[in-house]
Each structure stands twice: as structure tokens, then as C-alpha cells.
């Protein structure tokens, strides 16, 4: 730690910045100050592997809507990882559920606590997981400002774990506390003891991936914080509330990120008049296509199985809502409504009616998909504009599916079922290849002097927090 936090006349409950009161609950104190060690030691052997002097981050320092972050160049190990929750409104009710219209909890309820628990402990692990995921990205950063975008990310996922290991140490007890261990013992692609949910133990190796994964993957974490948001468990509620704030910067990494891909791939397509921009230093549009496939494809997998009982079960008891649940006009309980969903109808693509409470991840997953659609709209309206008349589009929903209905199945991009056969020499027409993969890798090559960036990307529109895009963002030793 560098003086300004530790030194002398410090503030010894700024140890854990926190907006809960911290230095109250002097038992929980100590338990969550015993576990940072822990998080700093997996920081160093899991975190990022590019040594750097100091990056210029946003902090984290209130919750309120003026001001709720700080800019300095801080080196990242003395970021401050700490604990904030959105304000609490006293009068909160229950927006949903059979409990609708009661004061939200500020408690677990002894009846729901294995089930709050597993869905703060599913929420956590996906955060050291990406930053696990991303670890090596450094190396191959195209600008400084994108490494510090990177760096912005991976800290805040570090901070969304001090969110979730807070909730576990505060409401549960002695598991909660072995949870919170365990989550810095999974790790992302471990033989072992993998992460959780499949699409965080997939690799990060390049930019493109990057950016892909803030656009999708990170999105459905968006949409997650969304549902625990609505939590009748009130700490739970403000803690997503707030990490959702932090969110925004991850999407517009994301969105920006692929945007500027497209726009680089599109100038060289016109000045060479070529569909294929890969001879010319830049990612080609049918493999950005193919990485916006897999990444969309794994991510709709996050969203769980068509219909769940557990789904049912957990927003009937108030655990977790539906996306935006205060705007939807209905009766909030859903006890006699139907859904249709995606199925498997003798054995063709189609849709079954069922009870909208057992279509939960359905309603989800159609809101993100709706959300991810407004993206390649935009990446759409660059090739528009560059004049080109190639488009990207988003596979069909049962394209490259190991979960739910269609996992069963194979199907192309446009929705048509094919045999095992086919599908095996047709795939490499629509994921990445070994080839992709390894040109995309070969474009990769580190820029880290101020104000250039690499060939295969454009400069972004706006710099960081006012600054202009040849800020040093980033002092490398
Ligand atoms: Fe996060
Ligand atoms: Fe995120």
C-alpha cells in the first residue's frame, strides 16, 4: 500500500473503504480485513501479468448521484477495492413475488438463505473469473488507452468480488465466510476446480475477444445485477444497484470496442476495395462475424434453461425479479400467466405455451438478446456509412446451444437443424478456427507510446474522463 492510505494519521476503518458503517461491526471488520490478504495474494497470482507503474483509474468513493467517482494515476495493487452499496430508501417494498407490498428485508430470511446464498455465490464467482480470463491481455494492449480501459475493467470486477464476499461475511455466517474462500480458489479454466458457468472458464487470448466479452458476456452479467437488483433482500438490492453504475463503463468498452474494430476493417475494405481486409493488417469482417457468433452464443447458455422451477421458486419468494420489474405492467406475481418459450417441438425448431413463472430465463434472455441487437445495429450503421453493403447479424437463437432446448441440437446461424456430419464441416464457416484465431493473434502486437495506436484498430471518439486520447493513461516502469 502507498502511504496516502496506510500511513500514518490513516484512518484505520479506511483500511476496507466502505460506505456500511464498517468500523461498527468490529467482528466483521476482522473477518473481511483477514480475507483481503487472501484477495491481494490472488491479485498478484491471478490479476494482471503486465507490470506497470501506475494507471490512470476511476475510484470508486460514494454512492451518491453527484460525483461518485475519483480519476488519479494509482498503481493497481493500492486500488481501492472496497464496499459500496447504493443509499437505502427506509420505505423500500417488495416490488414482486408473494411477499409483494412488504418492507424489503434487511436480514436473510432463515427459510431463503441457502438459495440467497448460492445466487450471491453464482454472481461472485463470475467476477475474479474474468479478470482471471483477461490476465494476459496487457501484453498485447493496441493503446494505452485501451490498456487502461482494460485495467478499469479487470479492478472493478475485483471490487464487484468485495461486493458479493461483503454479503457472505455481513448475512451468513460461517458458510459465507468459506464461500467467500472458495471463490478465490476456483479458477477460471482449472482442470480442478473450474469457475461456475462455462462461458468464464473460456480463454480471453486476444482483443477482439476483449471486446467481445465486455459486449456480450458482461452483458449478461448486466442483466443478472438487474434481476438480484429487484431482491426483496434489501443489502443485496443496493449492492447490485450500485455495481450496475460500474457496469456502464464495462458496456461501453465493449460497444466502442467493436465499433472501432468494425470501423478499421471497413476503411481498409474501401481503400482496397476488397471484402477480405486480413492482408492488410486488419481483423477480416467474416471472422469478426464469427466472434460475435461464439461470444453471443456462449453467453445466451449464461441465461440458464428455457423454463426453471428454481427460476419460479425464486422470484415467487421476492430472491430475484425480472429485468426492469417496476415498469412492466402486470400483477407482479405472475400466478396465471403463460409465456411461450423456445422448445423443441417433434423435433423442429418452435415454441411451447408455459406458465410465465417457469419462462423466467426466457423473459430474461429475450431482453438481453433485444439489448445485444441494438449493438449490431450500430456496428451495422458503420459499414453503412464506410458504403459497404456487407452487414453482421446475430445467429439464431439455437445456433452452437449447450443449454436449453437446442442443446440437443445442432443448427446453423439461420436456424436450420443440421446433422452432426454437416455440422462438423460446416462449423469452421462460423466459429473461429485455428487459423481466425491465430491471425487475430498475429495482429496483436503491444502499442504502448502515447497518442498511436495499432494498425488494426481505429482511435477512439472521446478519451477518458475529459481527456484526450494521447493522455498518458498508463506509466509502464
Ligand atoms: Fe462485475
Ligand atoms: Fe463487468
Redo the contacts with the bound molecule.
Keep these: 500500500m502507498t502511504s496516502a492510505f496506510t500511513g500514518t494519521g490513516a484512518d484505520y476503518s479506511e483500511k476496507i473503504p466502505n460506505n456500511v458503517d464498517l468500523h461498527e461491526d468490529r467482528r466483521l471488520q476482522r473477518a473481511l480485513e483477514s480475507w483481503q490478504p487472501n484477495f491481494l495474494n490472488w491479485w498478484d497470482s491471478m490479476g494482471p501479468t503486465l507490470r506497470t507503474r501506475d494507471v490512470y483509474l476511476r475510484t470508486a468513493v460514494n454512492v451518491g448521484r453527484e460525483g461518485w467517482a475519483h480519476f488519479d494515476h494509482v498503481p493497481m495493487r493500492d486500488y481501492r477495492w472496497g464496499i459500496f452499496l447504493a443509499e437505502r430508501n427506509p420505505d423500500r417494498p417488495i416490488g414482486f413475488g408473494q411477499h409483494i407490498g412488504e418492507p424489503a428485508w434487511q436480514q436473510v430470511p432463515g427459510e431463503y438463505r441457502a438459495e440467497l446464498r448460492r445466487l450471491i455465490v453464482i454472481q461472485g464467482d463470475t467476477e475474479p473469473a474474468?479478470v482471471e480470463q483477461q490476465r494476459n491481455l496487457g501484453a498485447t494492449a493496441p493503446s494505452l488507452y485501451d490498456l487502461r480501459n482494460l485495467f478499469q475493467?479487470n479492478v472493478?470486477?475485483g471490487r464487484?468480488l468485495w461486493a458479493m464476499v461483503y454479503l457472505l461475511h455481513a448475512y451468513f455466517g460461517r458458510d459465507g465466510r468459506e464461500e467467500a474462500e472458495e471463490l478465490l480458489h476456483r479458477n477460471s479454466g482449472s482442470a480442478d476446480s473450474p469457475r461456475i458457468l462455462g462461458a468464464f472458464n473460456e480463454e480471453t487470448p486476444d482483443w477482439l475477444s476483449f471486446f467481445m466479452f465486455?459486449y456480450f458476456t458482461?452483458r449478461d452479467?448486466k442483466y443478472q445485477l438487474g434481476t438480484l437488483k429487484e431482491s426483496a433482500f434489501d443489502p443485496l438490492s443496493r449492492t447490485c444497484e450500485f455495481m450496475l453504475k460500474?457496469?456502464a463503463h464495462?458496456m461501453m468498452v465493449g460497444t466502442t470496442g467493436v465499433d472501432r474494430v468494425v470501423e478499421r476493417t471497413a476503411q481498409l475494405m474501401v481503400e482496397h476495395d476488397t471484402d477480405d481486409a486480413g492482408p492488410h493488417g486488419a481483423v477480416p469482417l467474416s471472422v469478426i462475424q464469427k466472434y460475435l457468433n461464439f461470444h453471443y452464443s456462449v453467453s445466451l447458455d449464461l441465461f440458464g434453461g428455457d423454463t426453471s422451477t428454481n427460476v419460479a421458486n425464486y422470484y415467487t419468494a421476492g430472491l430475484k425479479g425480472r429485468w426492469s420489474e417496476d415498469r412492466r405492467k402486470d400483477d407482479h406475481k405472475l400466478t396465471s400467466d403463460a409465456i411461450m418459450v423456445d422448445a423443441l417441438v417433434d423435433g423442429e425448431i418452435g415454441q411451447n405455451e408455459v406458465a410465465a413463472l417457469v419462462g423466467l430465463n426466457t423473459d430474461l434472455r429475450r431482453e438481453y438478446i433485444a439489448d445485444c441487437q441494438s449493438g449490431v445495429n450500430r456496428w451495422n450503421r458503420i459499414l453503412e456509412s464506410a458504403g459497404l453493403p456487407q452487414r453482421l447479424k446475430l445467429p439464431h437463437v439455437a445456433f452452437n446451444r449447450k443449454v436449453g432446448a437446442f442443446a440437443g441440437i445442432e443448427a446453423s446461424p439461420d436456424g436450420e437443424i443440421l446433422s452432426a456430419d454437416d455440422w462438423k464441416q460446416r462449423k469452421s464457416a462460423w466459429l473461429p478456427t485455428d487459423v481466425d484465431k491465430t491471425h487475430v493473434r498475429s495482429l496483436m502486437q503491444p502499442v504502448y507510446e502515447r497518442g498511436k495506436i495499432a494498425a488494426w484498430i481505429a482511435p477512439p471518439r472521446n478519451g477518458i474522463n475529459g481527456k484526450p486520447f494521447d493522455y498518458d493513461y498508463v506509466h509502464l516502469p
Design positions: 474474468s475493467v472493478e470486477e464487484h465486455t458482461d452479467g460500474e457496469e464495462h
